[in-house]
């Protein structure tokens, strides 16, 4: 399996932007579809965006389409969450995934996880 390290939460203003990062190792990361979850208190975590092995096809929550943005570099094992325009219901732990799928929504589709990474919107 593909170990995976978010980076990149804080606290941040309404209105402001983060950049999320996940950091993969162990297996050839360009292997995987990637996915981006978030968990608020006491709700269930949810799906956030997804995107290919190779980035050519892209998936959104509605909640947060158009104002997020998922890619990746796989020469770095990288893979990013652009987060524009933040609004407090978008406070969450922030989770990226890995699957050996195509691409998936689902979170029982993927097997590994990272530690998940807090990020905080004030209004």
């Known amino acids: 399996q593909v170990q995976l390290v978010e980076s990149g939460g804080g606290l941040v203003q309404a209105g402001g932007s983060l950049r999320l990062s996940c950091a993969a190792s162990?297996?050839?990361?360009?292997?995987?579809?990637m996915g981006w979850f978030r968990q608020a208190p006491g709700k269930e975590r949810e799906f956030v965006a997804a995107i290919t092995w190779s980035g050519g096809r892209t998936s959104y929550a509605d909640s947060v389409k158009g104002r997020f943005t998922i890619s990746r570099d796989n020469a770095k094992n990288t893979g990013y969450l652009q987060m524009n325009s933040l609004k407090p219901e978008d406070t969450a732990v922030y989770y990226c995934?890995?699957?050996?799928?195509?691409?998936?929504?689902?979170?029982?589709?993927?097997?590994?996880w990272g530690q998940g990474t807090q990020v905080t919107v004030s209004s």
């Open positions: 995934a890995a699957t050996y799928m195509y691409i998936a929504t689902k979170s029982s589709d993927y097997g590994s």
């Open positions: 162990g297996r050839t990361f360009s292997s995987y579809a």
